[in-house]
Nanobody, 120 residues
Framework: QVRLVESGGGLVPAGGSLRLTCAAS???????VAWFRQATGKERAFVGS???????TYPYSLKGRFTISRDDAKNMVYLQMNSLKPDDTAVYYC???????????????WGQGTQVTVSS
C-alpha cells in the first residue's frame, strides 16, 4: 500500500505564499501526481498535476499563481502557492495514479490532506 503524506499547510495572510509537500512512502512518483483541494461545503476541486516527465497541467483559474514540481530522488512533489487569497482556503490533498486526470477517479492513492487557511 502506497502512503502519501502532505505537509506545509498553515495560516497565511492574503497575498502570502506557502509551499506544500507530498511525501511518498514508496515509489509512486513514477506515476502522475495531482493536487486537489476541498473547501468547507464544496466539492473537491482539481488544483493541478505533474507527469512522470515533469509536464504540468493547471486549471485556467490557478495558472500563474500555483506551481507543481517534483523531486523523484526524494519521492516528493511540491505545490508552490503564491499571491494567496481567502478563497484558496481549503484542505489540500495530493494523489497519485497512472493517468493524467482532472478528476478524483483518475487517482488511486491519496494523502490525508493538509489545511491551508488564508486570512483577509
Amino acid at each position: 500500500q502506497v502512503r502519501l503524506v502532505e505537509s506545509g499547510g498553515g495560516l497565511v495572510p492574503a497575498g502570502g505564499s506557502l509551499r506544500l509537500t507530498c511525501a511518498a512512502s514508496e515509489h509512486p512518483l513514477s506515476n502522475y501526481v495531482a493536487w486537489f483541494r476541498q473547501a468547507t461545503g464544496k466539492e473537491r476541486a482539481f488544483v493541478g498535476s505533474i507527469s512522470p516527465r515533469g509536464g504540468t497541467t493547471y486549471p485556467y483559474s490557478l495558472k500563474g499563481r500555483f506551481t507543481i514540481s517534483r523531486d523523484d530522488a526524494k519521492n516528493m512533489v511540491y505545490l508552490q502557492m503564491n499571491s494567496l487569497k481567502p478563497d484558496d482556503t481549503a484542505v489540500y490533498y495530493c494523489s497519485a495514479g497512472d493517468t493524467n486526470s482532472a478528476f478524483e477517479g483518475g487517482y488511486k492513492y491519496w494523502g490525508q490532506g493538509t489545511q491551508v487557511t488564508v486570512s483577509s
